[in-house]
């Protein structure tokens, strides 16, 4: 190269760089958080169970209906601990999901602080923290599965399928093509 001039290979650099930033993806909107306590609870009084400290991550970021407290949401959920060095699974619905009324205390508090802003179709990661997992009550033993102790922190991944009343029942699934694949 003459003098003042960049080496070629430093002028490929210069043109390449940019252009893989360009074609990199945009981190999504709201991708991973932890949790600030709610504060009060629908009735006005101090919420007690809902503290803040759930580390989440969105897998998929749904594009439906958030819930709020209240309301009926349909589900799909495996939750995990380590227990003596050991991965345990304490409850998995296994592909089906089930209801619960959220942030009223049906579900650990912690799956309720990490459902919060999250839509319809999403699939959410969460580490919760002992005292908003099952708290001071230990889980007995189950077959397979040893005994799991007081405020022993879990992980859960949950997906929110439906929320009867906010989405609507004919659209549910359309887009998704992962299900649609399966048809």
């Known amino acids: 190269p003459a003098p003042g001039e960049a080496p070629a290979g430093s002028r490929a650099a210069r043109l390449i760089v940019p252009a893989a930033l360009l074609a990199a993806p945009l981190p999504g909107h709201a991708s991973a958080g932890v949790t600030k306590a709610w504060g009060k609870d629908p009735t006005g009084n101090d919420d007690d169970l809902h503290t803040g400290g759930v580390e989440w991550e969105d897998v998929k970021v749904g594009t439906g209906a958030s819930p709020k407290v209240g309301d009926l949401v349909a589900i799909q959920f495996k939750c995990t601990a380590v227990v003596r060095e050991r991965d345990i699974?304490?409850?998995?619905?296994?592909?089906?999901?089930?209801?619960?009324?959220?942030?009223?205390?049906?579900?650990?508090?912690?799956?309720?602080?990490?459902?919060?802003?999250?839509?319809?179709?999403?699939?959410?990661?969460?580490?919760?923290?002992?005292?908003?997992?099952?708290?001071?009550?230990?889980?007995?033993?189950?077959?397979?599965?040893?005994?799991?102790?007081?405020?022993?922190?879990?992980?859960?991944?949950?997906?929110?399928?439906f929320i009867p009343g906010s989405d609507d029942v004919y659209d549910y699934g359309l887009g998704d093509e992962e299900n649609l694949n399966k048809l």
């Open 89 to 161: 699974t304490i409850d998995d619905t296994k592909g089906k999901s089930r209801d619960y009324r959220y942030g009223v205390g049906q579900m650990l508090p912690g799956m309720d602080e990490g459902m919060w802003g999250m839509k319809t179709g999403g699939v959410r990661k969460m580490r919760i923290p002992g005292n908003l997992a099952f708290g001071s009550k230990s889980i007995p033993a189950a077959p397979g599965r040893p005994s799991v102790p007081s405020y022993t922190p879990v992980e859960v991944e949950v997906q929110l399928d």
